[in-house]
């Protein structure tokens, strides 16, 4: 947060303390009733969320089911990067930008300050990408979104904005989650104009008026969780949310935020518009899901959308899918559902070419798209497979593992080994995994059973 006088810089003082006091709270909360939670969720653990209105958590990011990108209305975030979940309160950091203040105002300019902010163009990246240490680094709201990063865009990219996929796919993160000001909504403007790319990639901007009466969604309303975040800092200094996104005014259906909170790979902005427009027009959206619907948060009412069949997918505005077929059929917005897991097993010594030969070949046998593919899963065994780390470095796509305690909990029938029982402690790896990764949101259908690719075993399952 930033702030442009002394008494807007208390406010934020202010703010960041009950944030802070709020999140301390919530989560000492959830874990008192975790056993409850774990029971509601059909043996699974859920994730705590503040918004009562969501009545089943399956939102989540293209972290493995971590909820790590982009802001919800949560004041905790959850990561689930390993067997048990942890709770990471935000790190807000305040800034002040005020001749009142000279002993702690930042003495750059403030589009120095903000432009340090902003994700930086493709051009100064040098093509550098996070490693797999940076999923499990706290959310910070000093505050950009990176909700926007998860999505693959295909259209409305220009110039300098545009990113290269893989790198976008890894999980690239802004320097931090969110900027919000505190003061004049006019200076915030003229600080943010010279490094707005689009909503791809713009963070959450939010403004809040000195007196704390308002707190303006300024910028990334959707995607980058502007209008989430605005209404949780309205409601911990008593103020007023000002949201202006036609579908919020209008409490309409908006796609993009539901691809956010499900974690689906929205491809297209120009086809999110029309969807908009079609909604905001009163007129019935056609889906098609290979996901139940009722298992979705943020879905539209029954009055703004009817599903149609796979032999009809020509017709729907909107394909919810993880199958390759289906989604190059789709002449409508194509939301990847990015929720297959792919469990591996492998061979000590297997070399990174080998690993992705035998995921490559897996997936294309089975029909899935490779942007569906949400996490690698193995036995904690194979926590230090280089091979397996390799690829999952260089293909974006985190992997985690998990007990053989754990994996003997799934239920179901799976091919087994003796040799691989007594060296892992379970009959069958790479399908278990995968089982018990998707199942962590509590469905979980098993794809593609055991095959064996040389050195490397794979299985698919999917959240369903």
């Keep these: ?15 960041r303390t009950r944030w802070i006091t709020a999140s301390d709270t919530l989560g000492s909360a959830n874990a008192v009733d975790q056993d409850a939670s774990q029971r509601a969720a059909g043996g699974q653990q859920a994730l705590w969320r503040s918004d009562p209105a969501v009545d089943q958590d399956v939102s989540r990011a293209a972290v493995g089911g971590q909820q790590a990108a982009g802001l919800s209305e949560d004041l905790h975030l959850s990561y689930r990067g390993s067997s048990k979940e942890v709770s990471q309160p935000p790190r807000i950091e305040l800034h002040a930008k005020t ?13 120095d300050i903000v432009g340090e902010w902003f994700t930086k163009p493709a051009d100064d990246t040098d093509g550098k990408r996070v490693s797999l240490s940076d999923f499990e680094e706290k959310p910070e709201i000093c505050a950009l979104g990176a909700g926007g990063l998860e999505h693959g865009f295909e259209s ?15 999980g690239t993160r802004h320097p931090c989650d969110a900027i919000i000001f505190v003061g004049a909504t006019g200076i915030a403007v003229r600080a943010i104009a010279p490094f707005i790319c689009g909503k791809a990639v713009d963070p959450a ?24 975040l605005a209404r949780t800092a ?10 202006t996104t036609a579908t919020d005014a209008e409490s309409a259906f908006a796609v993009d935020t539901f691809a956010k909170e499900n974690g689906f790979l929205l491809t297209d902005l120009r086809k999110a518009k029309e969807v908009s427009a079609k909604v905001l027009r009163g007129e019935k959206l056609r889906i098609y899901s290979d996901i139940p619907m009722e298992r979705l948060v943020q879905r539209p009412a029954r009055h703004e959308a009817e599903l149609v069949p796979a032999q009809e997918i020509d017709r729907a505005d909107i394909v919810i899918s993880y199958r390759t077929k289906l989604l190059n059929q789709a002449t409508g917005l194509r939301l990847i559902a990015k929720r297959v897991h792919v469990g591996l097993g492998a061979r000590k010594g297997v070399t990174q070419a080998e690993v992705a030969a035998a995921v490559a070949t897996c997936l294309e046998d089975a029909g ?10 193995s036995i904690d065994l194979k926590k ?18 998990y007990t053989a305690e754990e994996l003997r909990t799934v239920e179901g029938a799976f091919a087994g080994s003796s040799f691989v029982q007594s060296v892992t402690g379970v009959a069958n790896v790479c399908e278990r995994a995968a089982a018990y990764a998707a199942g962590r949101s509590g469905h979980a259908e ?12 794979t299985a698919v399952a999917v959240e369903a």
Excluded: W
């Design 384 to 401: 230090q497979e280089a091979g397996i780390l390799a690829y999952s470095y260089e293909s974006g796509v985190p992997f985690v593992t």
């Design 205 to 228: 901007v939010l403004v809040i008026d000195e007196a704390g009466r308002y707190v303006i969604s300024l910028l990334s309303g959707h995607l980058g969780g502007a209008n989430a």
């Design 446 to 457: 098993v794809l593609v059973h055991k095959t064996i690719h040389g050195s490397v075993t």
């Design 368 to 377: 899935i798209d490779p942007r569906a593919v949400v996490a690698l899963a």
């Design 234 to 243: 309205a409601s911990l200094i008593e103020a007023e949310p000002i949201i």
């Design 156 to 170: 409305e990219k220009s110039g300098a904005c545009e990113m290269d996929a893989r790198t976008r796919d890894a």
């Design 99 to 111: 001749e009142a203040l000279p002993a702690i105002s930042d003495p750059r300019s403030l589009q």
């Design 1 to 15: 947060m930033i702030a442009f006088t002394e008494k807007g810089y208390r406010l934020a003082e202010q703010l």
